[in-house]
């Protein structure tokens, strides 16, 4: 359970990051929002990334 738990908050967090970043560009906000989505996308998949890692382990 712990381990779908934390595949499923990485995937929330890039899915996020996605989302913030169709939306900027939907409305053509500046490109603050955009940086912050791409960040947001980068530690999600590096979260991910550990938690197969670890449910490989396992």
């Given at each position: 359970m712990d381990r779908a738990l934390s595949l499923l908050i990485s995937a929330g967090i890039a899915a996020f990051g996605v989302w913030v970043i169709?939306?900027?560009?939907?409305?053509?906000s500046p490109l603050g929002w955009t940086l912050m989505g791409i960040l947001s996308i980068i530690l999600g998949s590096i979260s991910l990334?550990?938690?197969?890692?670890e449910a490989r382990l396992a």
């Open positions: 169709g939306y900027t560009m939907a409305s053509g990334y550990q938690a197969i890692g």
